[in-house]
């Protein structure tokens, strides 16, 4: 059994959702599916979920939301009458629809998130629909009646862990299910949504609790890059990758999958598949617990920019008990998060994401560092890129870190720091976020070519 998820841009037009069908037609094992709200056509279009999120403000505003409602049902129209699906159920999507503005407005903690469920919620109807009307008995499913219960966070709702069992059930059904992505309901009957891109997170949940074979995600791309399609020409896409990389991957900027959407399947020990809806016989990206084979070191090359270090030395640092957790108490307190501690025997290093910084806190920081830990010398450097080199076989091959620093070095790449955790899923090189995209394609000349 497969669970088979769809991103917006697949589902955005009539064209795309033929395409569906046709993936769906094509593997009987696809028996849930579960679908984003319509996504852009165009560039310049608007995704269903921000029309919803306009529709949203403008009620609560007390403005007349006539022009968003007709917007967002006109979406929904188009592709109806373009696959010919009635009238009943364009009229089931307009009411459902115009009736959000008829929902409590004070006192409601989870109205924008009813709101945007609205755009998932709708499109699942209307893919059952579609899927019934052309020889697929399918059949839309409630996350309420699926079982898909969630904290009491709006915006940011998490999966109980109760929901599993409940989930498992839905292996019964003979007709292929139409799940709505995003959200679920809280215990008090409540829509709350996962954060935005959620619907990835929906497909895990759900393949994780009808224990399914295989997650396929499909989205508008051949699977997941080795490099930034922004900074190599035409990279290829990486045929396996583990869960383990694509975390590390995910962390310095790959986005094809929501972050959170890996760890229910994960967990559940479900292996996933990234394909493209516009090139399904492409077999995509499989990421899976552990690799088939050991012969490739490295899998993947990211850079990820807005990096800022705190770089303090005191003579004698390795001797002075409790320097590192009075440092960590000063950032705590502070309530800054950091993400790297490079060290040396009498300097060491902190490096984090610029957004956790204010010039205010970056005195205060200089302050208490040199007042109750009397560093010798501290600097904060900003404009920090970080590249990661990442494959889990490269602890078992000698020479990769060689090859990369060779690399960096003819391309004259200066190093600020370098950093390799146990685990060896990654190596680390931070560098000035000028020498970024001249250290990537270093780098993907000299692992790919
Ligand atoms: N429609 C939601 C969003 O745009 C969720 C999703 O597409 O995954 O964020």
Redesign the pocket.
Known sequence: MKVTKF??SSLASATQLCKVLDIIKADYERRFVVV??P?KRTAEDT????ALIKYYQNYKAGNDVTADQEWIIERYRAIIEELSLGSAILDKIAKAIKDLATLPIDNNRFLYDTF?AA??DNNAKLIAEFFSQNDVPAQYIHPKEAGIIVSSEPGNARILPSSYDKLENLREYNDVLVIP??FGVTVDDEIC??????????GSIVAAGVKADLYENFTDVNGIFAAHPGVIDNPHSIPELTYKEMRELAYAGFSVL?DEALIPAYRGKVPLVIKNTNNPDHPGTKIVIEHTGKDIPVIGIAGDDHFVSINMSKYLMNREVGFGRKVLQILEDLNIRFEHMPTGIDDMSIVLRDRELTPIKEQEIITQLTRKLEVDHIDIQHDLSIIMIVGENMKSQVGVMSTATKALSDNHINLTMISQGSSEVSIMFVINSEDEKKAVRALYDAFFK
């Open positions: 991103g917006g984003s709200a996504g995704k269903v979920t921000d945007l755009g998932e992505g995003f949504t996962f954060s935005r891109g959620g619907s990835d997170i929906t929501h």
